[in-house]
């Protein structure tokens, strides 16, 4: 047995304190109940584990860096390290879970893989694992972010997987879960729905979290090398929550490390619709069959969010974030649009690092805590990479960079 795949929460009906659980209709949870007696089966197989640790080294890259970002540390005033998820196969951390969650679903015997994607980070990563186990794979993407991250889309396409546009709503993400569930309902016994994120009903949250808590485990023993102790802050974007539990996972217990939540402002805080800021702005309910923070109308619906970041563009939050909310032990902040595409624009040019918007938004607020404490020492997630955002962030903000067209 590895350890590093056990935590003490959630407890057996999968709750962290009085989030999570599973809000599902029967006929799914005895399927659910599968899932979860096979994940505990594997998470103790010496073979299943061996695989994964050997896909990780070999297929992905890992372990990732940690880079000491030494002009931004200057510009900021404190030391701040990146911890390069950036740089895994596929660019992003989602490789992570999906590599999991596709070799749970071989051994269940599930003929195909269905998700939804917002960045379209976690449909590469799906489709890839898809293809590397040989399963056939359906992504689940909303209309406006099919525009919006068109590089990932081809990238689908070309691994292999059916990409589905989701036409209805705002057409983002959180309608893109809404289409996705829909069509895991009609045949949950031959598909398995692999959450992008550490949200759903259990066991996903608890799952996709012992996958990606490899980044934590490597990033303490790599920051110890590099420095001799631990990080002061500890810092990652919130979406559904799954890099920052990835990285928060093997600081929990170290009081001494302040840990960090970055949620979206997009375009303010007092303008429902305008952002995805679910741990500031929302209160407890249920959503996609678990109970957490969520943004949500008079009548308990779900709110219409935004982010420039469609990573982040969620109207719930992972249950084990609003836990460690409720208990004090991580903070919870915001960066507005503004600040992540500057941080965008920052560490592109004063590292040579061009990042995903969403992990921009993690940076901008390690650029605040290096001001206004001198000299802590900074561990940021950098969770993904930019490739994806080109185009967009060229066509919408190139101007105000001072990036026209090279032809003038
Ligand atoms: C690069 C990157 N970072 C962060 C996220 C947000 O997801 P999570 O909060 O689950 O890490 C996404 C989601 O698509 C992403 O693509």
Redesign the pocket.
Known sequence: MQPHLLHPLPDERGYFGEFGGSFIPPELQSVMDAIEAAYREVREDAAFLAELSRLFRDYVGRPSPIFHARNLSEACGSPIYLKRE?LNHT????INHCLGEALLAKRLGKKKLIAE??????GVALATAAALVRLECDIYMGEVDIRKEHPNVVRMRILGANVVPVTHGRKTLKEAVDAAFAAYMKDPVNQIYCI???VGPHPFPMMVRDFQSIIGREAKERFAEMTGGLPDDVV?????????M?IFTAFLDDAAVALHGVEPAGRGLDQPGEHAATLSRGKPGVMHGFRSYMLQEADGSPSPVYSV????DYPSV?PQHSYLHDLGRVNYAVIDDDEAIDAFFRLSRQEGIIP?I??AHAVAHACKLAGAHKGCRILVNL???GDKDIDFVMAHYGARYGIGSPLG
């Open positions: 950036d660019g992003a951390h989602k994607t917002g960045a379209g980070q976690h992008g994120s550490v990652a974007c919130v979406g559904g929550g799954s890099n920052a990835g970041a469609s990573g982040l992972g995903a969403e992990s969770s993904g990479r």
